[in-house]
């Protein structure tokens, strides 16, 4: 499937996308390692990033939001790694996970594990702290979206409520992006 929206211009963005642009290009997500490209040769910003820029104030608060669960929050680089990328493969989105993988594997994934997550088995993860994140987060992306009381007490024996909040949040800005990406045909970025 082709595009459906064309990847916007630095220099055909207006001052409100131009602020966002500035903003996404300039945050956390540039200033740390590059795993994936923010932007192709010509600036245009890649991913979901893009499409943000089509509603400067609804997409800041998104790449807000974004930037606060992969940089503020208390999940550690593989909690939020496994979790994406069960987001990733629950919404069988491409980007995401080519992005993640790649994250993944800077945070100390394996490749059997990124290769699990990918195909929806088990990662076999042996940190009981992780194996809560994953099974916690498989529940969530489900068809029934749903914890039952048991499954609820297991994660949050784990992880805490405040873990628990964290995560979901996560679940919940990754699957909006993963929809994002759907409507709008983005492609997986190259490699």
């Excluded at 994953?134 to 039952?148: E, H, K, P, V």
């Excluded at 609820?152 to 992006?177: I, N, P, Q």
């Amino acid at each position: 499937m082709n595009p459906r929206l064309r990847l916007l211009p630095p220099a055909e963005l207006d001052a409100e996308q131009r602020k966002l642009y500035e903003e996404i290009t300039g945050g956390p997500r540039a200033a740390g390692p590059q795993h994936f490209a923010l932007a192709d040769d010509e600036g245009c910003l890649l991913g979901p990033f893009n499409a943000m820029l089509l509603s400067p104030a609804l997409g800041r608060s998104l790449q807000e939001l974004g930037a606060a669960i992969r940089y503020r929050t208390e999940l550690t680089s593989r909690i939020r790694e496994i979790a994406i990328l069960v987001v990733a493969q629950a919404w069988d989105s491409a980007f995401e996970r080519h992005a993640h993988e790649r994250v993944g594997a800077a945070a100390g994934l394996t490749g059997a594990e990124l290769l699990a997550l990918r195909s929806g088995g088990d990662p076999g993860l042996s940190d009981p702290a992780e194996r809560a994140a994953w099974t916690f987060t498989r529940a969530l992306t489900a068809r029934s979206g749903t914890l039952d009381e048991q499954e609820y007490a297991t994660a949050r024996a784990a992880l805490g409520e405040r873990t628990l909040f964290e995560l979901s949040t996560l679940v919940g800005y990754y699957s909006t992006l993963a929809v994002q990406l759907r409507v709008f045909a983005v492609p997986a970025p190259p490699p």
